[in-house]
């Protein structure tokens, strides 16, 4: 039986002449103007999709452009009049044997299916929430094929996908999500708001179901809310859970609790998440000081006073904000108000 392939893929194989796993411009350009666009807008569209900004289109770029809802009719037409591409001139994009083994038949992976990866992967639960609200791009809660790709294909994941999809073959299962380090069930029990956080107030009935005194419990809380917000968030919980005196009555505990399914990003992101978005053009999955500075100036703050919370909000010192190092600067009591009103104007 022959393959099916994603919509766009036929046309992959046949632009990419230099069957380099890419598309030039030039390869790009007259497949666009046989659509009948003109060549501003190929290079409105190039812009678009050329989202890491390498000068070429990837597997995983150009089918994104395919499925856009609008020209996937005009896609259809077309590779409806092509043959198959050859065997030899077929290269799966990184992300697509694994998709085929998660997606279990109905085209999509969920976030259920999604976290087990990630654990596998050597993620922690909030990076996966991260990465997952950075590549469900239609907000679905599912991701699609192209979707699916574009995550595989993150410079960070590239490579251990890339070593993944050589074990499935003789892999007979996935990583389980109880194989996440103690503490992960109890923390998206406790986190009732579910925005990554979890307060004192939230903490205290686990102390004393564990049988912590009070006195022992705010011991506890300090030693590890070591950036003093007056939340502990997924890291700092972990690292809670296993200190000594505590990991073995919170694993004990876990396995009387049912897991907890996240709540997925998309029906209730924290303050901030659709801003980092709309700022993060790259799709990186990090904001730069240049991508911040207009947010600032919106909100009429003065150069050196965005430079002052920059400075504030780049714990790592990298140079770029990550998803959690952006979303401590948008809910800061001084921000949050106008954060919010920002976000009220996003479609």
Request: with cysteine; hydrophobic share 40%; glycine share 6%.
């Amino acid at each position: 039986m022959q393959q099916q392939l994603p919509l766009g893929m036929k046309l992959f194989y046949q632009l990419d002449t230099g069957r380099d796993g890419n598309i030039s411009f030039q390869e790009f350009a007259p497949f666009c103007q046989q659509m009948g666009f003109q060549i501003q807008q190929v290079q409105q569209l190039w812009w678009q999709i050329d989202r890491d900004r390498s000068g070429t289109l990837n597997q995983a770029e150009f089918l994104q452009f395919c499925q856009n809802p609008s020209l996937m009719p005009a896609v259809f037409q077309l590779e409806a009049r092509m043959p198959m591409p050859s065997q030899s001139a077929q290269q799966q994009p990184v992300g697509m044997k694994l998709f085929q083994f998660l997606a279990k038949g109905d085209g999509k992976i969920s976030f259920q299916e999604f976290t087990p990866l990630c654990a596998s992967l050597g993620l922690q639960f909030q990076q996966a929430q991260q990465l997952w609200y950075v590549v469900d791009n239609d907000r679905s809660g599912s991701l699609d094929l192209a979707e699916f790709v574009r995550f595989c294909s993150l410079p960070q994941m590239v490579q251990n996908i890339m070593r993944f999809e050589a074990s499935i073959p003789q892999q007979s299962q996935m990583v389980q999500p109880q194989q996440f380090p103690v503490g992960h069930v109890l923390f998206q029990m406790l986190d009732s708001k579910r925005d990554g956080s979890i307060s004192f107030q939230e903490f205290c009935p686990l102390g004393q179901q564990l049988g912590i005194p009070f006195q022992q419990a705010q011991q506890l809380w300090q030693q590890v809310d070591t950036d003093r917000s007056n939340s502990l968030n997924y890291q700092e919980f972990i690292r809670l859970c296993a200190i000594p005196q505590l990991s073995a009555a919170v694993a004990a505990l876990e396995r009387q609790t049912p897991q907890v399914q996240p709540m997925p990003l998309t029906q209730q992101p924290p303050l901030g998440a659709k801003t980092f978005r709309k700022l993060d053009a790259s799709g990186d999955g990090k904001i730069s000081f240049q991508e911040f500075m207009p947010l600032c100036q919106q909100m009429g703050l003065h150069f050196s006073v965005c430079q002052q919370y920059w400075n504030a909000v780049d714990t790592d010192r990298s140079g770029s904000l990550t998803f959690n190092e952006f979303l401590t600067f948008c809910n800061s009591n001084a921000i949050k108000s106008n954060i919010q009103a920002y976000e009220a104007r996003l479609p």
